[in-house]
């Protein structure tokens, strides 16, 4: 039998675990801090073992990579080069979806040397959206053709049926996780030059978008966009962008949150036994008891308007107590937002992703444009919670199996890791719908 250590239980963990506990000859320990959620997750499988970890305790996290063969860490990112020195030390493999950090590729020469994969960035975005391009952009290089330019951008969403509050969002994944993105800046380039927008004014820079098929969404720009054009091998490219789908009316109203100072990760003195009517009140200095009036005009809107009526759903203009285990704005809001815009029962999520590729080939000029629609189940596994967790377990298993062999740090962006992986997604119904327009367009942009 081998063996696969899985560190955390998070809300993307369960199909990874399924996934590898319904292969024959795998034995999955799922190390959590509370081990009652792994527990669940295992639901007495004989070949799963839940183990209690608190990640700090670095002698029983030695321990349990020292037994195993391959470490799927789904901790919080900072954690990652801790789990990969141990991996290294203990000539074990390991597999995580977070995006690679500098430190995780300065260990690229002593895993090479151990003979040790660091495979990173194997989810969704980042994980599919590299496999998923360079699948294309691979295959447009075999027959001849330039890539003059690359738009990719992926959402994860509400099903529409199940699109029933005024944020046009309810989350899927970790709610803190989807706030501090929020305020990540962002540069593209764009037309040969590179587009650089500061955190606070990410959601000035979105624009409407038609996916064919599927409808029309905001898009804003994710990150760096810019570092693409060598990892992905686009020399020719004179536009590289990566993009965050959400539906409509997100943008503006987050940029409100940003504006108001509810994103501010700073520790507030003297706020125990106050309410969110009294914080909000305090970010913007209101002058009067009327904290709808002066959000509005410190906001620069009518009290009528959509994102007013949005801050007021949430309950930011509410008397309700703030609680008194966070002490910040960001964590404040992050405690309404999930007892507000969670995915309930009897909803599913959707994640959206699509890539346009406008090619030059020797005798023509054509679009190409690749689209992933997949849809969550109803009381089952999120869209987000599979696209996340099994390429992650797919690369597991041909970790396992010897079908991957590379060794060092890497993301999934060669052959060797994303064939594999993008080809048994396909059985597992996660398909891509790929059409060629023989017109040189890409989507508009502001």
């Known amino acids: 039998m081998k063996h696969v250590l899985v560190l955390g239980a998070g809300l993307v963990s369960r199909p990874l675990v399924r996934y590898l506990l319904d292969q024959p000859d795998i034995n999955v320990t799922m190390a959590s801090r509370t081990v009652s959620k792994a527990a669940k997750i295992i639901d007495n499988h004989p070949n799963g073992t839940p183990v209690a970890l608190n990640v700090k305790d670095e002698d029983k996290l030695e321990d349990l990579v020292s037994q195993t063969d391959v470490v799927v860490s789904l901790l919080p990112y900072v954690y990652h080069v801790k789990v990969a020195e141990l991996c290294i030390k203990h000539r074990k493999h390991l597999v995580t979806t977070s995006y690679v950090s500098d430190e995780m590729k300065e260990l690229d020469g002593k895993a090479r040397d151990a003979d040790v994969l660091l495979l990173n960035e194997c989810g969704l975005d980042p994980g599919i959206d590299h496999m998923s391009a360079m699948r294309v952009i691979h295959d447009v290089k075999e027959n001849d053709g330039k890539i003059v330019g690359f738009k990719s951008t992926t959402g994860a969403l509400p099903a529409f049926e199940s699109n029933n509050n005024p944020f046009g969002y309810k989350f899927s994944w970790s709610p803190r996780g989807v706030l501090l993105a929020s305020r990540n800046s962002a540069r593209w380039l764009e037309n040969n030059k590179i587009i650089?927008?500061?955190?606070?004014?990410?959601?000035?820079?979105?624009?409407?978008?038609?996916?064919?098929?599927?409808?029309?969404?905001?898009?804003?720009?994710?990150?760096?966009?810019?570092?693409?054009?060598?990892i992905y091998g686009l020399k020719d490219a004179s536009t590289v962008y990566r993009g965050t789908f959400r539906l409509t009316g997100w943008c503006e109203t987050l940029h409100a949150i940003s504006t108001l100072g509810w994103l501010n990760d700073k520790p507030l003195p003297s706020f125990k036994g106050k309410t969110?009517?009294?914080?909000?009140?305090?970010?913007?200095?209101?002058?009067?008891?009327?904290?709808?009036e002066d959000t509005a005009r410190y906001l620069n809107l009518k009290t009528y308007s959509a994102v007013i009526k949005r801050l007021q759903w949430l309950g930011l203009f509410d008397e309700e107590p703030l609680p008194d285990d966070v002490d910040t704005p960001l964590d404040y809001l992050y405690k309404l937002a999930t007892k507000k815009m969670m995915l309930g029962e009897n909803e599913r999520d959707m994640i959206v992703m699509h890539h346009e590729f406008l090619v030059k080939y020797p005798d023509r000029e054509e679009?190409?444009?690749?689209?992933?629609?997949q849809y969550g189940d109803i009381n089952g596994d999120s869209a987000v919670a599979k696209t996340v967790a099994l390429p992650a377990a797919i690369a597991v298993k041909n970790?396992?199996?010897?079908?991957i062999r590379v060794t060092g740090v890497h993301i999934p962006v060669i052959p060797e890791l994303y064939d594999p992986i993008?080809?048994?997604?396909?059985?597992?119904?996660?398909?891509?719908?790929?059409?060629?327009?023989?017109?040189p367009t890409l989507s508009p942009m502001p």
Request: net charge negative.
């Open 276 to 292: 969110y009517r009294d914080l909000t009140g305090y970010l913007i200095k209101s002058p009067s008891d009327n904290i709808v």
């Open 399 to 403: 970790i396992l199996n010897k079908t």
């Open 196 to 230: 650089e927008i500061p955190g606070e004014k990410l959601f000035e820079h979105y624009y409407l978008m038609d996916v064919p098929g599927v409808g029309t969404f905001e898009n804003y720009p994710n990150r760096d966009s810019v570092k693409y054009k060598d």
């Open 367 to 373: 679009t190409i444009t690749s689209t992933l629609l």
């Open 422 to 439: 993008l080809d048994e997604l396909e059985t597992l119904g996660i398909v891509f719908r790929e059409q060629r327009i023989p017109y």
